[in-house]
Nanobody, 114 residues
Framework: QVQLVESGGGLVQPGGSLRLSCAASGSIFSSLAMGWYRQAPGKQRELVASITSGGTTSYVDSVKGRFTISRDNAKNTVYLQMNSLKPEDTAVYYC????????WGPGTQVTVSS
């Protein structure tokens, strides 16, 4: 079992940046593909970025060129660098292992507003 805790969210103005972190427990972290998801009010949760155990990344079109996912296996942590933030990026952001048995962390709120 891998437990996750997200951090780094907050209130930022449009055009600003935030860096989210997801700290994972467990010795199998380095072997897991990981994803960052978000859920805006009234909308379904969506996968916005993923990274394989080997470091291959993938992004949803709406964040390509603005968000960067990375991982530090020595620290059991996955990151999401978010630049050029837009109001439509406002959501609760979650990380999760891309496995059927994986559970959700509590999430971290990101609000983009002037």
């Amino acid at each position: 079992q891998v437990q996750l805790v997200e951090s780094g969210g907050g209130l930022v103005q449009p055009g600003g940046s935030l860096r989210l972190s997801c700290a994972a427990s467990g010795s199998i972290f380095s072997s897991l593909a990981m994803g960052w998801y978000r859920q805006a009010p009234g909308k379904q949760r969506e996968l916005v970025a993923s990274i394989t155990s080997g470091g291959t990344t993938s992004y949803v079109d709406s964040v390509k060129g603005r968000f960067t996912i990375s991982r530090d296996n020595a620290k059991n942590t996955v990151y999401l660098q978010m630049n050029s933030l837009k109001p439509e990026d406002t959501a609760v952001y979650y990380c999760k292992a891309l496995r059927s048995w994986a559970t959700w962390g509590p999430g971290t709120q990101v609000t983009v507003s002037s």
